[in-house]
């Protein structure tokens, strides 16, 4: 194993960013569509979003605070 170098925090997240950039300008754009399994689970989602759900608290008792 390699000896380590201890990096201080802002030298690690300079690291990232430049690695970040780089991967970038190296790898190609791929603006395709998501998987069809992945899109129909992300609109089930979206549909289910938008449907109320049911209440997991069971219904106050009035007469309890007679």
């Known amino acids: 194993m ?14 990232y ?3 970040g950039e780089r991967l970038r300008n190296v790898l190609p754009v791929d603006h395709s569509r998501l998987p069809a ?11 289910l979003d938008g449907e109320q759900s049911p209440s ?5 008792d009035p007469r ?3």
Do not use: H, V
């Open 37 to 47: 399994q992945i899109e129909d689970r992300l609109n089930r989602l979206r549909e």
């Open 56 to 60: 997991i608290i069971p219904p106050m």
């Open 64 to 66: 309890r605070f007679e």
């Open 2 to 15: 390699p000896n380590l170098i201890p990096l201080s925090a802002i030298d690690s997240w300079a690291i």
């Open 17 to 19: 960013t430049e690695i």
